[in-house]
Nanobody
Framework: QLLLVESGGGLGQPGGSLRLSCAAS????????IGWFRQAPGKEREGVSC????????NYADSVKGRFTISRDYAQNTVYLQMNSLKPEDTAVYYC???????????WGKGTLVTVSS
């Protein structure tokens, strides 16, 4: 199975920036559509952003449009989430998800915690 490891979380200030990474091992990520999800305390998990296999199509939740950018580096087998103009409402555990093109099976990382506070 594909293995995913998120990193880059931590403490960010309102208006500041953080960059999350999702590093894959076992198989090339170009077989997968990649998404970022998050779950805040007391709330359901929600989709944040996703990127197509070739990187040409991206989608964003309304709450992060214009602030977050998803990208992928095929050489490093890694997907990134650049988070700018952070808000306290962005505080959550962020999870990386990969969906295999042939079976649509989903693989998840263990998550990385992002806390936005002054």
């Amino acid at each position: 199975q594909l293995l995913l490891v998120e990193s880059g979380g931590g403490l960010g200030q309102p208006g500041g920036s953080l960059r999350l990474s999702c590093a894959a091992s076992g198989l090339p990520l170009d077989y997968y559509t990649i998404g970022w999800f998050r779950q805040a305390p007391g709330k359901e998990r929600e989709g944040v952003s996703c990127i197509s296999r070739d990187g040409g199509v991206t989608n964003y939740a309304d709450s992060v449009k214009g602030r977050f950018t998803i990208s992928r580096d095929y050489a490093q087998n890694t997907v990134y989430l650049q988070m700018n103009s952070l808000k306290p409402e962005d505080t959550a555990v962020y999870y990386c998800n990969a969906q295999y093109w042939a079976t649509h099976i989903n693989y998840w990382g263990k998550g990385t915690l992002v806390t936005v506070s002054s």
